[in-house]
């Protein structure tokens, strides 16, 4: 079975480690972490994980703006991803999944469930 | 121009004997009244001149009063804002009735100095003999607006910088209470146990805070569709099964509901059933079932949730559904739940145009019910008539 890739964005230290274990509780999965925008747009354009799942506020470049980059550029813009965001009011989330995300995943998350809910995000994974 | 306040004026110039006693007392009463109102009051005829405006008028707007008489009142708005001007006098015109302030006609006025405030307008007619005066009642609504703005920010830092936080925390107690980071000595366990169970309080009392504040300032916004009812109810049953088992109450959808759709919004609908289903099971004896039950009656739907729990008291039924309400103080700490859940409940079946009620006797347990619109295609008119549709 192949693993399945995720990379996760988030400029608090400890939310990145927090989701790097959640994630982790599935053997099937990998993990990579970035702390800004800019690093996640060279790190998924080289990786390119099968998901990205990305906080909303972040400094200097935040989540839909990193999404609008990520789409301009071909190795990434099929890319799914999910926001990660403590603001997931209706409304809010209207206004993600119209900029082109998959999908919303509130803060706080249950770290027990979160594999499961990243994966239903991905494509198919083959081999 | 003459109209009625000059009449009146010019009736004051006459000798005090020459007018009528009753309708010089009027007179005086009416120019104290507007005289001592604290909102700015303006009397406009039906072209839209001044006739008459009081002291605070002065204040509010940096001109002085007389030298408004019979000027176009366009001159107190900003240029952009007289499109909108025109628009409320001649939908008043062509319906004059009252419009209260309070109800957000919200305008931006125009001071001597050139500044620009938020002000909203309360419009009265005034019927002398064959013509029509307008009363306007302006209100400077600039601290209103700052509240509101500083409410804003509140609500926002609550939802992010307060959940940012709690994310670590509920996480990290997640993770170590199921073992994710390793077996922990029975103790430990069970004091992790009571740290994780307690943050997610907290996460339900925050989150019920703003849908509150949401609702109650407008802000919620309901998207309205055909919902299966039953669809709904049975999803809500089986999401609450875990905390029933918790404990240890028993929760079941009476087999003879019938499948009827009722329009309403699905998430904010769920939110209702979900709440209704946590308070009965909260307040269930262990091995004690939860009967949640679908009734149609004409165009009515009602939704019903029964326990056995204790039943509600007398002298606590009219506050079942006020905020931060329980039946006993110590009942947050024993039951914990936020006082919130019912008061939503209320909140958000209005919102969507039906009813929401109980019936319940001491030691009988208590049976919530709610009635809303069945679905079909004259429901969507009748709900978005009464502005429900959106908030």
Same mark, same amino acid.
């Given at each position: 079975?192949? %693993?399945? !890739?995720?990379?996760?964005?988030?400029?608090?230290?400890? @939310?990145?480690?927090?989701?790097?274990?959640?994630?982790?509780?599935?053997?099937?999965?990998?993990?990579?972490?970035?702390?800004?925008? &800019? $690093?996640?747009? *060279?790190?998924?354009?080289?990786?390119?994980? /099968?998901?990205?799942?990305?906080?909303?506020?972040?400094?200097?470049?935040?989540?839909?703006?990193?999404?609008?980059?990520?789409?301009?550029?071909?190795?990434?813009?099929? +890319?799914?991803?999910?926001?990660?965001?403590? !603001?997931?009011?209706?409304? $809010?989330?209207?206004?993600?999944?119209?900029?082109?995300?998959?999908?919303?995943?509130?803060?706080?998350?249950?770290?027990?469930?979160?594999?499961?809910?990243?994966?239903?995000?991905?494509?198919?994974?083959?081999? | 121009?003459?109209?009625?306040? %000059?009449?009146?004026?010019?009736?004051?110039?006459?000798?005090?004997?020459?007018?009528?006693?009753?309708?010089?007392?009027?007179?005086?009463?009416?120019?104290?009244?507007?005289?001592?109102?604290? &909102?700015?009051?303006?009397?406009?005829?039906?072209?839209?001149?001044?006739?008459?405006?009081?002291?605070? @008028?002065? /204040?509010?707007?940096?001109?002085?009063?007389?030298?408004?008489?019979?000027?176009?009142?366009? *001159?107190?708005?900003?240029?952009?804002?007289?499109?909108?001007?025109?628009?409320?006098?001649?939908?008043?015109?062509?319906?004059?009735?009252?419009?209260?302030?309070?109800?957000?006609?919200?305008?931006?006025?125009?001071?001597?100095?050139?500044?620009?405030?938020?002000?909203?307008?309360?419009?009265?007619?005034?019927?002398?003999?064959?013509?029509?005066?307008?009363?306007?009642?302006?209100?400077? @609504? &600039?601290?209103?607006?700052?509240?509101?703005?500083?409410?804003?920010?509140?609500?926002?830092?609550? &939802? /992010?910088?307060?959940?940012?936080?709690?994310?670590?925390? =509920?996480?990290?107690?997640?993770?170590?209470?199921?073992?994710?980071?390793?077996?922990?000595?029975?103790?430990?366990?069970?004091? +992790?146990?009571?740290?994780?169970?307690?943050?997610?309080?907290?996460?339900?009392?925050?989150?019920? *805070?703003?849908?509150?504040? #949401?609702? $109650?300032?407008?802000?919620?916004?309901?998207?309205?569709?055909?919902?299966?009812?039953?669809?709904?109810?049975?999803?809500?049953?089986?999401?609450?099964?875990?905390?029933?088992?918790?404990?240890?109450?028993?929760?079941?959808? %009476?087999?003879?509901?019938?499948?009827?759709?009722?329009?309403?919004?699905?998430?904010?609908?769920?939110?209702?059933?979900?709440?209704?289903?946590?308070?009965? @099971?909260?307040?269930?004896?262990?091995?004690?079932?939860? +009967?949640?039950?679908?009734?149609?009656?004409?165009?009515?739907?009602?939704?019903?949730?029964?326990?056995?729990?204790?039943?509600?008291?007398?002298?606590? #039924?009219?506050?079942?559904?006020?905020?931060?309400?329980?039946?006993?103080?110590?009942? =947050?700490?024993?039951?914990?739940?936020?006082?919130?859940?019912?008061? +939503?409940?209320?909140?958000?079946?209005?919102?969507?145009?039906?009813?929401?009620?109980?019936?319940?006797?001491?030691?009988?347990?208590?049976?919530?019910?709610?009635?809303?619109?069945?679905? /079909?295609?004259?429901?969507?008119?009748?709900?978005?008539?009464?502005?429900? $549709?959106?908030?």
């Amino acid at each position: 079975m192949t %693993n399945l !890739r995720i990379l996760h964005v988030d400029d608090e230290p400890d @939310i990145r480690e927090l989701v790097q274990m959640s994630l982790s509780l599935d053997s099937d999965v990998t993990v990579k972490s970035c702390s800004c925008g &800019s $690093e996640a747009l *060279i790190e998924a354009a080289e990786w390119t994980p /099968h998901v990205i799942l990305m906080d909303v506020m972040m400094p200097t470049m935040d989540g839909p703006r990193t999404l609008q980059h990520l789409r301009e550029n071909g190795a990434t813009a099929k +890319i799914p991803v999910v926001f990660m965001t403590a !603001r997931a009011q209706t409304r $809010e989330l209207t206004h993600f999944l119209s900029l082109g995300a998959a999908g919303v995943i509130p803060k706080p998350f249950d770290p027990m469930t979160l594999a499961g809910a990243v994966r239903s995000y991905a494509p198919p994974l083959t081999g | 121009m003459r109209g009625w306040i %000059n009449e009146a004026f010019d009736r004051a110039e006459q000798p005090a004997r020459a007018r009528p006693r009753g309708e010089r007392a009027a007179q005086e009463l009416f120019k104290l009244a507007v005289e001592a109102c604290p &909102s700015g009051m303006m009397v406009v005829d039906r072209d839209g001149r001044v006739v008459m405006a009081n002291s605070e @008028i002065e /204040h509010l707007f940096g001109h002085d009063r007389h030298a408004l008489i019979g000027q176009p009142v366009e *001159i107190l708005l900003p240029a952009a804002m007289r499109a909108s001007l025109d628009a409320l006098r001649a939908e008043f015109v062509k319906n004059p009735q009252v419009r209260r302030t309070g109800t957000r006609r919200e305008l931006v006025g125009l001071h001597g100095d050139g500044s620009e405030f938020p002000i909203e307008v309360g419009l009265y007619p005034i019927r002398v003999r064959d013509s029509l005066l307008v009363l306007a009642v302006i209100t400077d @609504i &600039s601290e209103r607006k700052k509240n509101e703005r500083l409410k804003d920010e509140f609500v926002s830092t609550v &939802s /992010h910088e307060l959940r940012t936080p709690l994310t670590s925390i =509920t996480a990290s107690l997640a993770l170590l209470s199921t073992g994710g980071a390793g077996p922990l000595p029975p103790a430990a366990a069970r004091l +992790i146990g009571i740290a994780h169970s307690n943050g997610q309080r907290l996460v339900r009392l925050i989150n019920d *805070i703003l849908d509150i504040e #949401k609702i $109650e300032s407008g802000q919620m916004i309901f998207h309205l569709e055909p919902v299966n009812m039953r669809g709904l109810v049975e999803q809500a049953v089986e999401t609450s099964r875990a905390y029933a088992d918790t404990l240890g109450v028993k929760v079941r959808l %009476n087999i003879q509901s019938p499948a009827v759709e009722v329009y309403a919004d699905t998430d904010r609908l769920t939110q209702v059933v979900s709440n209704l289903l946590s308070n009965a @099971i909260k307040f269930s004896p262990r091995e004690e079932e939860v +009967i949640v039950g679908i009734t149609q009656r004409g165009d009515i739907v009602r939704l019903t949730v029964r326990d056995h729990g204790p039943g509600i008291p007398e002298d606590f #039924k009219a506050r079942v559904f006020d905020k931060f309400a329980q039946a006993d103080s110590s009942d =947050t700490r024993q039951k914990g739940g936020t006082g919130l859940g019912l008061s +939503i409940v209320k909140q958000i079946v209005r919102r969507l145009g039906g009813e929401v009620g109980f019936r319940s006797e001491i030691g009988a347990g208590a049976l919530f019910f709610v009635e809303l619109p069945r679905w /079909h295609e004259n429901a969507r008119s009748r709900v978005s008539a009464r502005g429900k $549709e959106v908030a």
